[in-house]
T-cell receptor
């Protein structure tokens, strides 16, 4: 079964810390992987999309990497701020699952001043 | 642009009642999706529509029906609501015109409670 796992489920860090969120997936045959942010009671906002042919994508303080062979992606957040507090979701479009995203359960991040 | 819009934002139903959740996108996307989100389980795909006129089952389709009314609109219907369908429902769309490269864009969600 194609599954996506995110560890840890929750993370609390002091402001200014660099941090890494982890995403693992069970099948290395993927089309792409997408990282989302979700604020409480809100919808999902796309942060980064990595195609299967790419190794990483960057947007501002965010950097996402992809290692298909090991079935892993990481989201690196530099110099964290209280405004980064949210749930971060990883989603994978597997080959053969055309058009379907499989989501992890998310990592709930709290950045305290 | 409004992006992806959903109505209603909140709904309370009694067991056995029916309702339709509405979704529309103004980005001229080909593909549209319905997900549900339950605590601790991430999002699960209910149904999707790869293009106007086509619909397919996702991971958890039982108890739901969908209609792709036109390119803009994709509705989700609960014929006989059950407490297990209490959830937050999200609609999404994606531009599949460029193959598999496009991001999915999400609406704000509908919070449904079935008593």
């Amino acid at each position: 079964k194609q599954e996506v796992t995110q560890i840890p489920a929750a993370l609390s860090v002091p402001e200014g810390e660099n941090l890494v969120l982890n995403c693992s997936f069970t099948d290395s045959a993927i089309y792409n992987l997408q990282w989302f942010r979700q604020d409480p009671g809100k919808g999902l906002t796309s942060l980064l999309l990595i195609q299967s042919s790419q190794r990483e994508q960057t947007s501002g303080r965010l950097n996402a990497s992809l290692d298909k062979s090991s079935g892993r992606s990481t989201l690196y957040i530099a110099a964290s701020q209280p405004g980064d507090s949210a749930t971060y979701l990883c989603a994978v479009m597997f080959s053969g699952g055309y058009n379907k995203l499989i989501f992890g359960a998310g990592t709930r991040l709290a950045v305290h001043p | 642009n409004a992006g992806v819009t959903q109505t209603p934002k909140f709904q309370v139903l009694k067991t056995g009642q029916s309702m339709t959740l509405q979704c529309a996108q103004d980005m001229n996307h080909n593909s549209m999706y319905w997900y549900r989100q339950d605590p601790g389980m991430g999002l699960r795909l209910i149904y999707y529509s790869a293009s106007e006129g086509t619909t397919d089952k996702g991971e958890v389709p039982n108890g739901y029906n969908v209609s792709r009314l036109n390119k803009r609109e994709f509705s989700l219907r609960l014929e006989s609501a059950a407490p297990s369908q209490t959830s937050v429902y999200f609609c999404a769309s994606r531009d599949s015109g460029t193959g598999l490269q496009g991001e999915q864009y999400f609406g704000p969600g509908t919070r449904l409670t079935v008593t």
